[in-house]
Every structure is written in structure tokens, then in C-alpha cells.
């Protein structure tokens, strides 16, 4: 990415990655010197140097943010990462094991003791003890457990009960409720007496004494309306709610959608029991991008760009095996027409574009489409009139392009029957792209899978051999 391009932040953290990275590298330096020179209390002397080396890369670490230690932590090789890891302060562990990614998370829980973890742990709100016991060992989540209060591992074991991905998987327990009879200046006075609010807090959640929500109090209300006034008459009647069995990715499309910074979860009896955060549902919404973006390529959220060889590839031998496959038919459709291919060698050449061009538009259809189910925008109702357009769009397309190239493989080859082939293997093949590009996430859909799992793969799959097949079949009946 050129500089241009890189916000400030990202300038910044990767600025800082830079100064780790040449740290490290002075250090190892340095070290390998010192072991090398033959000198009085050898031992003594290279601890001093190890020591002061590192006490500059401990500084920097203290200086940084969380989660720009983290990323650190996912560009460094095991060696370094582990180096740096056991620099960090022994507070911060729990707040910087959330932010990396699962497969890094687990290479440096494997570093820590039952009691570093345990402690790490500890120091973190609710919400997050049940996002990191999930990675944890069974022996350490035990004692974890072991060393809460009750109402706190209480609060623990009802997030672990629900589904990551839904609402009661993402909400925390740190809010701030009000009744509705009282005034804005009571409400205000009790504010001052917290004297802090939980992150994020921009309104009060407005509650019957049974815990009942009937109501939210934005702070900007109370800001511009008389003290005197009663909270009932200036609250919000008709929030935006969630229940704790939702779908987090139904939650995260609520807060696009109302740009919410907070949102109540209530059960059943629409009782209050918990909040939804921007700053949870921003995290879960780039979790399910970088996970999407993986699946269409067959790999998993596991891998660690560091990790070992042969842990990465075991990792892809599944998508390998199953593209082996595909390419195995694909190469027996062409097996099928090498008669037509020995008789006229130009067909050689040209399939793969025909090929290709339908990869190509096939993957632009399957994209919006596995976006369309991910936002919930494509339905029963709509599905007949989406597929028609993408069809109409490969008719026009395909009429272009297809044009285009049969003027070209005429003036390439000096034979209009075959760029006649060519324009019309084309078309052909970019509606079976458009089809397939819509039919494909919608069937794995259908499966209950992601849209996203596989439809690359398949789409491509359809493509190429309905092109090799349509191509060479029109070549064999008109040129042969």
C-alpha cells in the first residue's frame, strides 16, 4: 500500500512494527557479538547486554496500544513473537490475547502457564472472560471459573451458554439503568455519583423495578431538556432491541442500519439482561469478512501466516483435493475433442479464454450474490428478478465481448467460422455464468453452510468445463 493511502493510524502501527523489527534485529546482532568475544565473567557479561537490549523493545512495548501489540505480535516469526510476548507486561495479557487473531491466540497460549493464564484472564469484564475461555484448556477454564465471584462467574457461564455468533455471545453486563419517574436532574445527579460510565454509553436504559425495559434516555436529551422534567416524558419508547438467541450478523446489519452506538438485550419477559456495543459488533463484522475472505479460497481462520509447514499444509488439502478433482473432469471434457483439437490447433489456444472470461463474470455474480444473502437483501420474492438480471447482463456482455473476440480470432486466424464459434461460445458461456455465479451460493446457502464456503470453487468448476465443453463441442459440429 503506498503512503498516500495509509491513514495516520496505520502509518503509526506500522511505524512501531518497523522499530520492533529493527530492535530485534540490534539485538540478535549485539548478542551474537557478545558470545563470540572471549573475555573474564563471559556469562555475567552477556546477561548484562541480554537484559539492556531488551529493557529498550520493553519499553516501547509498555508505550502501545493493545491491540497495535497485537499486531505486532501476528507479523513477527514464532521466535520473535514469542521474544516479544514474554516482554509484555503480565497485566496486559488478557486485553492483548482478545485482540489477536485465533491462530496466533493459540500459539501464545500455548506459552503460558495455568497460572498466567488464569491470571490473564481474570483481569478482563465478563463479556471478554467468555470471548477468551473458548481457547483456553478445560484444566484453566476450571480454575478460572474457581477464582470469580458468583455473580460474576454467573454472568461467564450465561454468555458461554450462547452461540458466539449470536446476540448473547457478543453482549456484556456493564450498563447503566434508570426509572422512569424520576427527573433529568435525579438522573443527572446519580451520573455524577458514578462518576464513570461504561465505554460507549450514549444512552440510559429506562426500567420498571422488576427489571422490565420500557423505554432508553439518550445523554444529549438530558443535556437539552428542562431538569425538572421527568424522564418518562423525554426517553425513547421504541428502541432498537435484541434478544440474546439472535443472529449477531441480523445485529450488526441494525447498527449499519440505525447507527446505533448502543443497543438493550432483553429475554423473553422483556427484562433487561445485558447491552450491544459498536465497538463488539465492528469486531464481529471484521471477523466474518477475513473469515469469508479465506473460505472462498479454501483455507481456514486457523492458519497462522507463521505457522509450520506442515500445519499449513494439511490446512489446504481439502481444497487442494477437491480443485484436483474439478480440474480432473474439467481435463476429461477437453479429452473428449482432441480429435477436433489435433485437426485444428488454433482451438488450443483460444479455449482458455473462453474459459477464463467465464471464470471471470461467473465470480463477479457469485460475489454479489454471497453478499446479497449475507445482508439478508436477496429473498423468494426477489431471487426470480435478480437471476434475470444477471442474465440479461451476460446476454449483453457476452453479445460485446463475444463480438469482440470473433473479430479478433478472425483477423488472427483469417477464418470467420471460427470467430463465428468463438462469439457464440462466449455468450453461451457467460449466461452458464450467470447462472452459476447465482445458483451456486444460493444452493450452499440452502445447506445452511456460509454462501461464502466453497462458491468460488464450484462457480469456477461449472465455468470451465461448460466452456471447454460449449467452445470445443460448436468447433467440432460447424468446423469439423
Known amino acids: 500500500m503506498s503512503d498516500q493511502h495509509e491513514t495516520p493510524a496505520q502509518a503509526s502501527v506500522e511505524d512501531s512494527l518497523k522499530q520492533v523489527m529493527d530492535l530485534l534485529a540490534r539485538h540478535r546482532l549485539v548478542e551474537s557479538l557478545v558470545h563470540k568475544q572471549d573475555m573474564p565473567r563471559h556469562e555475567l557479561v552477556e546477561l548484562l547486554v541480554h537484559k539492556q537490549n531488551l529493557a529498550e523493545l520493553r519499553n516501547k512495548l509498555d508505550k502501545l496500544h493493545p491491540a497495535d501489540v497485537a499486531y505486532i505480535l501476528e507479523a513477527l516469526p514464532l521466535d520473535d513473537r514469542h ?11 488478557g486485553d492483548i490475547l482478545l485482540e489477536v487473531s485465533d491462530a496466533v491466540r493459540e500459539s501464545l497460549i500455548a506459552t503460558m502457564n495455568t497460572r498466567e493464564l488464569v491470571a490473564a484472564a481474570a483481569s478482563l469484564d465478563t463479556d471478554e472472560i467468555a470471548d477468551l475461555a473458548m481457547d483456553l484448556p478445560k484444566d484453566v477454564v476450571q480454575e478460572l471459573m474457581k477464582s470469580l465471584d458468583i455473580a460474576k462467574r454467573a454472568q461467564v457461564e450465561s454468555s458461554l451458554s450462547y452461540d458466539e455468533d449470536s446476540v448473547g455471545g457478543l453482549m456484556d453486563y456493564d450498563f447503566v439503568t434508570i426509572r422512569a419517574d424520576v427527573t433529568l436532574e435525579v438522573a443527572l445527579r446519580y451520573l455524577r455519583f458514578l462518576g464513570e460510565l461504561p465505554p460507549h454509553t450514549d444512552k440510559l436504559f429506562v426500567v420498571e423495578r422488576n427489571g422490565r425495559l420500557i423505554g432508553t434516555l439518550p445523554l444529549k436529551r438530558m443535556l437539552v431538556h428542562d431538569p425538572e422534567a421527568h424522564i418518562a416524558a423525554v426517553m425513547t419508547d421504541d428502541p432498537v432491541l435484541f434478544h440474546p438467541s439472535d443472529p449477531a450478523e441480523d445485529a450488526a446489519q441494525a447498527f449499519e442500519r440505525y447507527d446505533l452506538v448502543t443497543a438493550p438485550v432483553v429475554d ?10 459498536v465497538d463488539v459488533v465492528l469486531d464481529f463484522i471484521r471477523e466474518q469478512g477475513e473469515q469469508d475472505m479465506l473460505q472462498l479460497v479454501g483455507l481456514r481462520e486457523e492458519e497462522d501466516l507463521f505457522t509450520t509447514v506442515w500445519k499449513a499444509a494439511k490446512n489446504r488439502w481439502l481444497w487442494l483435493a477437491i480443485n484436483l478433482c474439478t480440474a480432473l473432469i474439467a481435463s476429461r471434457v477437453v479429452g473428449a475433442f482432441e480429435g477436433s483439437i489435433e485437426k485444428l490447433a488454433a ?12 471464470g471471470n463474470s461467473g465470480n463477479q455474480t457469485s460475489t454479489l450474490v454471497v453478499r446479497g444473502l449475507a445482508l439478508g437483501l436477496i429473498n423468494k420474492d426477489n431471487a426470480s428478478r435478480i437471476l434475470t438480471k444477471e442474465l440479461g447482463i451476460a446476454l449483453l456482455n457476452g453479445s460485446v465481448w463475444g463480438s469482440v ?19 457464440a461460445a462466449m455468450l453461451l458461456n457467460l449466461i452458464v455464468a450467470a447462472m452459476a455465479g447465482y445458483l451456486a451460493p444460493a444452493m450452499i446457502d440452502r445447506l445452511g453452510r456460509d454462501p461464502a464456503f466453497g462458491s468460488a470453487v464450484l462457480t469456477t468448476f461449472i465455468t470451465d468445463s461448460m466452456g471447454f465443453f460449449i467452445f470445443l463441442g460448436l468447433a467440432t459440429v460447424v468446423l469439423l
Request: no cysteine; net charge positive; aromatic share 6%.
Open 405 to 423: 473476440m470473433g473479430v479478433v480470432t478472425y483477423l488472427l486466424y483469417g477464418n470467420a467460422a471460427l470467430g463465428g464459434v468463438m462469439a
Open 83 to 93: 521474544l516479544v510476548w514474554d516482554l509484555v507486561k503480565a497485566d496486559r495479557d
Open 347 to 358: 482451438l488450443a489456444a483460444l479455449m482458455p479464454i473462453v474459459a477464463g472470461m467465464g
Open 268 to 277: 423473553p419477559n422483556n427484562r433487561l439482561v445485558g447491552r450491544l456495543t
